[in-house]
């Protein structure tokens, strides 16, 4: 099977144009339509360990969750990760493939995928959609506890759910917490749509100090890590994967990414 069947099968999923005009997802490195799937590496980030576990595990292809390249290259000559990563990728064959903003919008995606991990039913998009190939994508999404929570247990169940070791948040909600509003990533831009929702509580990756203030008894905030919200993404890509083709060899990669540590 040529490694871009399996690409197909992830784009029919999550159409490229349901990602974000600032984006890069899609083919990052390799020659998809030449080359055999051998296995497939899942991953939230390509780093060098990633790479070098792909080729341990006898994968020819990776499928990231952020695009490794999100800006052009001026020359490939191993002068920082990015470039050192590329080189070596070709010299070994790897495909290189991200779903990123495309992976975030689509309808069953990252953001559900949270949703999921958290238990919330009722799940549904918080912002205006858009259809691309008959795809179903948006911003963000909004979901219903099984049953309410105080703000305190609430944030003991995110942090055991995504292994947090601390939460930002505001001060603790007064009152109980069923409806949840969740944008995974750098989703602050989303708080907005989460208060107009009646959303008791917003779970992001990433806000800014200015972000948190004036929502005291509105809203509870709750920023759990860029990483942390993410890091069942490659869950994602290998249900895909195996839903059309469960001959392919898939692992979900061992190697913690995450260059933020807690002290």
Known sequence: MKIKAVVEALERFAP???????DNAGLQVGLTEAWEVSGALLCLDVTEKVLDEAVRLGCNLIVSHHPLLFHKLA???????????????????????????????????????????????DVGFISETKTVDGVEGASGVVG?????????????????????AC???NEFLQRPIRKVALCGGAGSFMLGDAVKAGADAFVTG????HEFFDHEQQIQIAVIGHYQSEQYTNELFKRIIEAEYPEVRCYLSEINTNPIKYM
Not at 144 to 164: G, N, R, Y
Not at 206 to 209: A, G, K, N, Q, S
């Open 167 to 169: 939460v930002q948040t």
């Open 206 to 209: 990433e806000m800014h100090y």
């Open 75 to 121: 020359r490939v000559a191993g002068e920082d990760m990015v470039q050192r990563i590329v080189f070596k990728a070709i010299e070994k064959k790897i495909a290189i493939v991200s779903m990123h903003t495309n992976m975030d919008n689509a309808y069953g995606g990252v953001n559900f995928k949270m949703a999921e991990k958290m238990g919330l039913t």
């Open 144 to 164: 219903t506890l099984p049953s309410p929570m105080t703000a305190a247990d609430f944030i003991a169940m995110l942090k055991e759910t995504f292994h947090v």
């Open 16 to 22: 490229l144009p349901l990602q974000e005009d600032y």
